[in-house]
């Protein structure tokens, strides 16, 4: 897909900033912040993950131990470039994020969590979709009317028109297996930031995660937004403001 390509950009910095994109995008979502990131000095890359960027089908032939080994070996091409990296994980990259944090026994220097899920609005009708026609369906068609209701990211993004039924299962299967048993071993200095109207991810999610993270460095903010990807609110500089302020604090 045109515009799906991973941002690399090389500041031979100290400090590296690995942007982890949500279900179904793309790098792209990063443009901005990638830039403003790189123009504070930092080295930043946002690589594309496994079955991403391509085709539905591509997602439907990986599983979260592709997406896994996506950010991990993203992870270490950019630590064998830089001393120490934040994590920034937007929606489902928020849940990667936190599991490299475990993964790497917390020699993560921080983790910026953006609209992270741990339930879903509307997680009970996308269940649904799976057990009702799941079995005779192998994709589920999204629909322009409700791409600001369902949990995949903004009809302006560069992202799938279609997602895979089994891919949903699994992905809503990380979130109850991966994310929510294992908050309480990751002890990384943590800035949760979540829209109070997000209108793909239930705002109880942040303070969920901030509840039981093991990290005694956390801080939470919710941002006056009814956006998902907040980082497309017209108020996006404010936001990359506060999250470079984070990184200087914990590096």
């Known amino acids: 897909m045109k515009g799906a390509e ?9 400090m590296g900033v690995l942007m982890l994109h ?8 990063f443009r901005e912040m990638a830039k403003y990131m790189a123009d504070k000095g930092l080295t930043v890359y946002a690589p594309l993950i496994a079955g991403h960027g391509t085709s539905p089908a591509d997602l439907k032939n990986t ?12 992870y ?34 921080g983790v910026v969590s953006l609209g992270t899920p741990i339930t879903l609005r509307y997680q009970w009708i996308i269940k649904a ?10 994709y589920y068609q999204k629909p322009k009317r409700i791409y600001k209701t369902d949990y995949t990211d903004m009809v302006d993004e560069i992202t799938y028109p279609a997602i895979p039924i089994k891919s949903v299962k699994e992905f809503l299967d990380f979130l109850k297996n991966e994310t929510i048993p294992n908050l309480k071993k990751i002890t990384v200095p943590t800035f949760i930031i979540h ?8 705002p109880e999610s942040a303070a969920y995660i901030h509840q039981h993270l093991g990290s005694t460095h956390k801080m939470i903010y919710f941002f006056d937004s009814d956006q998902h990807v907040v980082f497309n609110d017209k108020r996006k500089e ?7 302020n984070f990184i200087k604090e914990v590096t």
């Open 6 to 14: 991973p941002i690399f950009i090389d500041k031979k910095a100290k």
């Open 129 to 138: 979709r799976y057990y009702l026609y799941g079995w005779a369906k192998e």
């Open 22 to 29: 949500g279900f179904t995008s793309t790098p792209y979502q």
């Open 63 to 74: 599983t979260p131990d592709d997406w896994k080994k996506s950010v991990k070996v993203a």
């Open 76 to 109: 270490l091409k950019l630590k064998s470039k830089t001393g120490k990296i934040v994590i920034v994980g937007n929606s489902f990259g928020g849940n990667l994020a936190f599991w490299l944090a475990k993964h790497f026994n917390n020699s993560v220097t």
């Open 238 to 244: 404010e936001l990359f403001h506060r999250i470079y």
């Open 195 to 202: 829209a109070n109207v997000d209108p793909v991810v239930n």
